[in-house]
């Protein structure tokens, strides 16, 4: 009987650190697509926006230097906080500088490559803000679900002394029951 609990035990704890394990890669893949100053897809939107810069200060154009610099405060605003409201505020940004676009006195040519590169600077900031968005909910369901199921677990068996030392025997890393408890702290 104490073996077959013992058994489950093991394996409930094995399970839950298998999903804790599976939840933590997918957050660091995360992460990773989401990008830092210059890589990924944080990467992507300010190399637009400073295309975007380029082609406005050249043409000294101070309607879109605005439009544009109010959508680099609402990135920022986003990259500090993570509020829906800046992710919000950027998207009515988009709207704005593509209007003020179509009617800016740029060649055609520019005016494409500008409107393209807005439509580019949109689409990454967007896919920025779902991946900040899935970063934050499978933290949320890594840290409640399987990290506290498992100390849960693990801290049960402790206190009811249920938990059953394994020692090396130093052939092929195979366990054998020691055959008395004693407290985690004295394992070997």
Do not use: C
């Not at 968005?133 to 801290?155: G, Q």
């Not at 002394?161 to 130093?170: A, E, L, Q, S």
């Amino acid at each position: 009987m104490r073996h077959a609990y013992n058994v489950e035990l093991t394996r409930s704890i094995e399970s839950g650190v298998g999903q804790y394990e599976a939840g933590f890669l997918k957050l660091a893949s995360l992460y990773g697509r989401r990008g830092h100053a210059n890589t990924g897809m944080k990467g992507k939107f300010r190399a637009r926006a400073r295309a975007i810069e380029t082609i406005v200060s050249a043409g000294q154009h101070e309607r879109l230097m605005m439009d544009l610099l109010a959508l680099r405060r609402h990135q920022r605003n986003f990259l500090a906080s993570s509020a829906d409201q800046d992710a919000r505020a950027f998207a009515k940004g988009i709207v704005r500088l593509k209007a003020d676009l179509l009617v800016a006195r740029l060649s055609p040519q520019v005016k494409l490559l500008a409107l393209e590169l807005t439509a580019d600077y949109n689409h990454w900031f967007e896919r920025y803000v779902q991946t900040d968005a899935a970063i934050e909910a499978n933290v949320r369901f890594t840290l409640s679900k399987h990290k506290l199921a498992l100390l849960f677990t693990v801290a049960r068996s402790v206190l009811q002394g249920d938990f059953v030392i394994r020692r090396r025997n130093g052939k092929h890393g195979q366990g054998k029951d020691s055959g008395h408890r004693r407290p985690l702290g004295d394992a070997d």
